[in-house]
């Protein structure tokens, strides 16, 4: 068995296809954070609490209405989508005139709310969620066993966060997207509805935070403080991607979760903190983040 | 992002309502020091030591216009250090309480340095990121007892002479380091160096302009309030004898943000009426056990939206005189 | 003829009251302090609160004369939360007695200001064996099981049973090192090896790169030296990687009944544990036991709430005989009695404040092998009291002698 660093090439390569699994949910969830901040100027603190409603919606679609995993990926993004217009359509949109900053201290407050909450609700200990029958089972690839589910979630995430970053760098809504951000006013003037606009991309932003929620909980347990900790990490990566870059958030997430891996192998003690290091040096250095545009 | 938060009060001219200030201080003062004849003493306490936490970190948003949040690395890693002094190097409490004021302006100048250079957002993300690696090098750290904390803090005798065990004392110690801070709080505020802050935050180009230099003000804003942060932090750890990582946690941060906002940014007396608002809520509350987060965070939005100034704000807004 | 009862009345009234003189305030105050809503509800939580009523109901307190009031506060697992409602109750609630206190960290700072205020702690759900060795006062008792004694119960009796090589999964407070040490230490004495270990941060959500290096270790048994949500997890996730299908087994080094309800026999079962009460292990417990479960939605009590019976029981009881509730006092009676109830049978307590009883080694049941919802252990072995937990002169306590 060939060693690499003293670590058996077996099991670094292990760790590396965790860490990438990891880092898709990194990707996922920053990919929406990134939507909103890039696109609409908000600080989405509320993105961690969203991430456990979309998970607690396939909850509760499965143990309540008996619909499974796959109603769950379209339905529990739309339902807290609809929450997420609904916030953004009485509180958020009194907020645009002022710094951004109150934005964020809301978003902050609703998550602490929706959080307890839901805390109240179901206490903290979590409830199951079985892995859907058809994604059950594991190919052993040699180096490592790999549950199919965790396979799938790499393949979907991947495949979300290309589709979404296609729209909006490539077509034609998208670039109204993007031009509604930099000047409200003169896309206004061509007729197109731009407060509708933000409120559906913010929509879209808390869909995708729930969309990833669904993926979680099979594997992690569905509990209400599930977004509370892995936010403050979200928050990293997209900085470190670059706060407006959708690209630099999915490539952010997917490296980090990637790093992650390598170094719980090496030294573990760190792993929660080198996405933090990371991100201060980045700050230092490249202040607009790694792909991100001075504003 | 322009370079002009307006996230704190817009303030009359400080002469004007130095009357009304002069009687707040004494009301604030009259109650500390009368309320423990009929309120819980250590409750008390508890309020007086927060309020110079927010206080400090009231400095740095309302003055400095710098929102920090990770203010929890200062006063969390001072209680630390505080306990530690205390306990293992046998330091008597006023040295305790020093070590911990002198550790957290040393790491407030680290800090300070790499989060100074930029502003707003990103200010307040690297802020979170660095305590957060603060936060897990004391989940780390064998000195800090991880999740047990450091525990059985003894309060020992101030000057070798008066014996901190009993309540009284401990009181009157606590009472004159929340006086003293927050003292020099004010003073900083009305000085030339407040005023120079003040201009920074309002027209940083203009105040470069005319010859400050910028960040170096911040910075020594920023060290202020973190040591000020830091002197609260070692404080609290002597009268509750017990350091833990709650006091380095996130969450920490952002209820210093929460007391300031609802007791009025940029307001003087503000966090310590914010501070006694928090603290009694979470103690009454405390039977409620999850309630306690939701009315946090209700508190939170509601302030945000529509009452921004806070407590203090809002009066002082209809005395038409700074508080 | 009513001037003579009017005399005895009041004679015995005067009587009455000269013996509840010594109470303060003529009250019991009980506190039970514990996780009410976060990840030790289940398994302690408002069932705590549920069993210490059916104790102050069986003592028959109303009866007796003695008025007993019960408190209750969520400790939320943090030592500050924790040590400043202790701090409260004794000063300001004037509460007597506090019971129960699962979480380590916070068993040991509120032991501490129980020792300053010269009150009594009755520890039934925290784990620390510490507390019965160098932090252990006259005014502390712990009832239910340690860490010591988990880990020689699971440990030996898997090494007996030919899982001698070990890889430990640790999750890294100060808590799951004590039982990992504990572990540790039986599993070598025993001729076993321990080929590795990785502390996992404290709580856990993610365990597959834990896992990989468990399995790729090749140890016959995984340890796991941690609890509640994170034991769950580990476990969970386990089964998505074919872990057992690998050959290897998972030995749960703190579990309880209601861990096991929450995973599931399709997951849980093989699993070896040690616990200190069953509920359906003998007809006393059984008929407890369903007294507690109408009490309790239905669901049946775990050791932890047992312990709070019994421990809430022997403390009135001797209180009773004392006539006084005096905190290192009726520490020292409790020492003294003999205890006795349908939940732990006979048992003693001892010099460095710990309860001596039989503990158990379970194994979780097939789905096939169980009748119906909480009916999940079959018992392996029983240790007898003596022997189940750590020898008094080992622990390094000043009480003793």
């Known amino acids: ?295 | ?323 | 003829m009513t001037l003579k009862r009017t005399l005895v009345a009041t004679a015995v009234a005067a009587l009455a009251g000269a013996a509840h003189a010594q109470i303060s305030d003529g009250v019991i105050r009980i506190g039970v302090m514990n996780d009410q809503s976060g990840t030790y509800a289940d398994l302690a939580g408002p069932g705590s609160v549920v069993a210490a009523r059916m104790a102050v109901e069986d003592f028959g307190a109303a009866k007796k004369g003695m008025k007993v009031e019960i408190l209750v506060a969520d400790h939320q697992n943090k030592p500050d939360v924790g040590s400043n409602i202790a701090r409260q109750w004794y000063d300001v609630d004037k509460v007597d007695a506090i019971f129960d206190v699962p979480t380590s960290s916070v068993v040991l700072a509120v032991n501490e200001v129980t020792k300053q205020k010269n009150k009594a702690l009755i520890v039934s759900t925290g784990a620390t064996s510490d507390l019965t060795g160098k932090a252990c006062t006259p005014n502390s008792i712990h009832w239910t099981y340690d860490t010591w004694s988990l880990a020689n119960g699971t440990g030996s009796a898997i090494v007996k049973t030919g899982g001698d090589t070990w890889f430990f999964l640790t999750a890294d407070y100060a808590f799951g090192h004590a039982l990992e040490r504990d572990t540790e230490a039986v599993v070598l004495k025993q001729g076993g090896k321990v080929l590795g270990k990785v502390r996992h941060p404290f709580p856990t959500a993610d365990f597959s790169s834990f896992l990989l290096q468990a399995q790729a270790s090749k140890a016959k048994i995984i340890g796991l030296a941690n609890a509640g949500a994170d034991t769950i997890n580990a476990i969970k996730q386990g089964a998505e990687f074919g872990i057992t299908r690998g050959g290897q087994q998972f030995a749960g080094l703190l579990v309880f009944l209601t861990d096991v309800h929450a995973l599931g026999l399709e997951k849980a079962q093989g699993l070896l544990l040690t616990e200190a009460f069953y509920w359906d292990l003998n007809a006393q417990t059984r008929a407890w036991s369903q007294r507690f479960a109408k009490l309790h939605k239905g669901a049946m009590p775990t050791m932890a709430q047992a312990g709070v019976y019994s421990a809430v029981l022997h403390y009135l009881k001797a209180v009773e005989a004392l006539k006084s509730d005096d905190g290192p006092k009726v520490i020292e009676q409790m020492k003294k009695m003999p205890s006795e109830d349908p939940v732990f049978g006979k048992g003693r307590v001892r010099q460095d404040g710990r309860h001596v009883h039989n503990m158990y080694l379970f194994e979780v049941k097939k789905p096939a092998e169980s009748k119906g919802p909480w009916d999940y252990y079959k018992l392996r072995a029983t240790i007898p009291a003596e022997q189940a937990f750590r020898p008094e002169k080992e622990g390094g306590c000043p009480l003793v002698k």
């Open chain 1, 1 to 295: 068995m060939t060693e690499i660093f003293g670590v058996p090439t077996q099991a670094l390569f292990g760790q590396l296809l965790i860490g990438l699994i990891n880092g898709s949910f990194y990707a996922l969830l920053s990919l929406g954070l990134a939507v909103i901040f890039g696109l609409l100027n908000i600080i989405n603190f509320t993105h961690g609490a969203q991430y456990m409603m979309g998970a607690f919606c396939a909850w509760f679609l499965l143990n309540k209405l008996g619909l499974g995993y796959g109603w769950a990926l379209v339905l529990a993004p739309i339902a807290v989508g609809a929450f997420g217009v609904l916030i953004e359509r009485t509180m958020l949109r009194r907020l645009y005139h002022l710094d951004h900053l109150y934005g964020l201290l809301l978003t902050f407050g609703l998550a602490l709310v929706i959080q307890g909450l839901f805390r109240h609700e179901f206490g903290s200990s979590g409830l199951p969620y079985a892995i859907p029958k058809a994604l059950e089972g594991g190919t052993n690839l040699g180096f490592m066993y790999l549950p199919n589910y965790r396979a799938w979630v790499v393949g979907f995430s991947l495949a979300v966060c290309l589709a979404t970053w296609f729209v909006i760098e490539k077509t034609r809504l998208g670039s109204y997207l993007r031009a509604a951000t930099e000047n409200p006013q003169l896309v206004r003037a061509f007729g197109i509805n731009v407060p509708r606009m933000i409120t559906l991309t913010y929509g879209f932003g808390v869909g995708l935070a729930a969309l990833a929620g669904v993926m979680a909980a099979p594997i992690y347990t569905v509990s209400p403080l599930m977004g509370a900790d892995l936010i403050i990490v979200v928050f990293a990566v997209v900085v470190i991607g670059g706060m407006g870059s959708i690209m630099g958030s999915i490539v952010t997430g997917f490296a980090l979760g990637l790093i992650e891996g390598l170094t719980k192998v090496f030294y573990p003690e760190a792993s929660n903190t080198v996405i933090f290091i990371i991100m201060a040096i980045v700050l230092m250095i490249r202040p607009a983040g790694l792909f991100g545009t001075p504003r």
């Open chain 2, 1 to 323: 992002m322009n370079g002009r938060p307006q996230l704190a009060t817009r303030l009359a001219a400080p002469a004007a309502g130095l009357r009304q200030q002069r009687i707040a201080l004494a009301a604030m003062v009259a109650f500390f020091a009368l309320a423990p004849a009929v309120i819980y003493p250590v409750f008390l306490m508890k309020v007086m030591c927060f309020a110079l936490f927010a206080c400090a970190f009231n400095l740095l948003i309302g003055y400095g216009g710098l929102l920090s949040f990770g203010h929890a690395m200062f006063f969390g890693g001072a209680a630390y250090v505080s306990a530690h002094a205390a306990k293992v190097w046998g330091f008597p409490p006023e040295l305790a309480i020093l070590a911990a004021t002198a550790a957290a302006a040393a790491l407030g100048l680290v800090t300070g340095a790499i989060a100074i250079r930029r502003q707003g957002i990103y200010f307040a993300m690297i802020t979170l990121a660095l305590a957060q690696m603060v936060y897990f090098f004391c989940v780390q750290a064998p000195f800090t007892g991880g999740e047990d904390g450091i525990q059985a803090v003894p309060r020992g005798r101030l000057f070798g002479i008066v014996d901190l065990g009993q309540t009284g004392a401990i009181y009157a110690l606590v009472f004159a380091v929340f006086i003293g801070g927050f003292l020099l709080i004010y003073r900083v505020i009305h000085s030339p160096f407040g005023q120079v802050l003040k201009a920074i935050r309002e027209n940083e180009p203009r105040a470069v302009s005319l010859g400050y230099n910028a960040d170096r003000y911040k910075l020594l804003a920023f060290v202020l309030s973190a040591a000020l942060a830091g002197l609260a932090g070692g404080t609290k750890a002597l009268v509750f004898q017990l350091a833990s990582l709650t006091d380095v946690h996130w969450t920490m941060s952002g209820e210093v943000v929460l007391m300031t906002l609802v007791g009025g940014l940029g307001t003087v007396f503000g966090p310590v009426v914010g501070a006694l608002v928090i603290v009694a809520m979470a103690n009454y509350l405390a039977q409620l056990g999850a309630w306690v987060t939701v009315v946090q965070g209700l508190i939170f939005a509601v302030c945000v939206l529509t009452f921004r100034r806070g407590v203090v704000g809002e009066l002082a807004h209809w005395l038409r005189k700074p508080l």
